[in-house]
């Protein structure tokens, strides 16, 4: 059983158009989180959802929406895609915000533009 | 200011040999966690071992063992034993007490790890 998911695992697409990439985790945690990563392998922390409660929401712009219908999914909308925007993105999961808290990624999602 | 430091982008480790990779980080949080994650080249990231500041001994998973510094700030990764499969980026993270909620899991820049035949 895959803990968390993410579709589509890749996903390319011209400069202007609008994408979405779904996120689902069956661990029962409470925060879900989503990663940017780029070609020279940062991970850099773009949005985080405790409860469906926007928790964190990094220098990100705002062509970027995440939307968690339910504790169990986190959606991220993005608009006007630009060539910058692409990358790996991950998906992850935790219990809760404790320290001790470690996440669980989805398999992560490469959207090239065009 | 980076929070977390990798200063190795790249290792060579013979096969069945043990090999130590260096992770920094700086916090003011007296409590805080500290974490290792493995990224082979399929993409997937994959949680290793964890070590919580207040923890007395040092975390092991299996051949994983986090030689864990405090006075210091250092978290390194010991893998001992090394198999072709460990080949793969490593990348070193910490989480902050959740009152810091802006300074959430952060990633260091990753090490890539080579293991030799």
């Known amino acids: 059983d895959t803990a968390v998911s993410q579709t589509p695992k890749y996903l390319v697409t011209q400069m202007g158009n609008d994408k979405s990439i779904k996120c689902e985790q069956n661990?029962?945690?409470?925060?879900m989180y989503w990663y940017k990563q780029d070609s020279k392998k940062f991970l850099k922390i773009m949005f985080s959802?405790?409860?469906?409660?926007?928790?964190i929401n990094e220098t990100v712009p705002n062509r970027f929406s995440p939307k968690s219908p339910d504790k169990a999914h986190l959606n991220l909308h993005i608009n006007s895609l630009e060539l910058g925007d692409s990358a790996v993105y991950f998906c992850a999961s935790s219990q809760g915000l404790g320290s001790y808290n470690e996440q669980f990624f989805g398999p992560g999602t490469r959207l090239t533009v065009l | 200011a980076q929070k977390i430091t990798q200063t190795q982008p790249g290792m060579f480790v013979q096969e069945k040999e043990a090999v130590t990779l260096d992770c920094t980080y700086d916090?003011?949080?007296?409590?805080?966690?500290l974490f290792w994650y493995k990224q082979p080249s399929s993409g997937e990231m994959i949680f290793l071992i964890y070590?919580?500041?207040?923890?007395?001994q040092n975390a092991t998973e299996g051949r994983y063992s986090l030689n864990f510094q405090k006075a210091r700030k250092s978290a390194n990764l010991v893998i001992s034993a090394s198999q072709l499969g460990d080949s793969a980026m490593y990348f070193c993270?910490?989480?902050?007490?959740?009152?810091?909620?802006?300074?959430?899991?952060?990633f260091g820049p990753g090490t890539r790890l080579s293991v030799l035949p």
């Open positions: 959802y405790n409860n469906k409660e926007l928790i």
């Open positions: 070590q919580g500041s207040y923890d007395e």
């Open positions: 916090t003011s949080d007296q409590s805080y966690g």
């Open positions: 993270a910490m989480r902050e007490g959740p009152g810091n909620y802006g300074q959430n899991f952060v």
């Open positions: 661990l029962g945690h409470d925060t």
